[in-house]
């Protein structure tokens, strides 16, 4: 995997610059990602067992 160093030094210089917003949200920003990474994991266990994969299917090394 590759990065472009000037995107992510634009990137930190953003994050940087407004950091007084990111710490009046962060707690909104915390929740809102671990809400919706608990969603994406029991959707997709889910239809996983719909769709009747097995677990050879599940773990592949291309995922």
Same mark, same amino acid.
């Given at each position: 995997?590759?990065?472009?160093?000037?995107?992510? =030094?634009?990137?930190?210089? &953003?994050?940087?610059?407004?950091?007084? $917003?990111?710490?009046? %949200?962060?707690?909104? +920003? #915390?929740? *809102? !990602?671990?809400? =919706? &990474?608990? $969603? #994406? +994991?029991? &959707? *997709? !266990?889910?239809?996983?067992?719909?769709?009747?994969?097995?677990? &050879?299917? #599940?773990?592949?090394? %291309? !995922?």
């Amino acid at each position: 995997m590759h990065f472009n160093p000037l995107a992510t =030094g634009a990137f930190a210089a &953003s994050l940087y610059k407004h950091f007084q $917003v990111l710490k009046k %949200y962060a707690l909104d +920003i #915390i929740a *809102s !990602v671990l809400f =919706g &990474s608990i $969603v #994406i +994991i029991i &959707s *997709s !266990v889910y239809h996983a067992n719909w769709m009747n994969l097995r677990g &050879s299917y #599940i773990n592949t090394e %291309y !995922v």
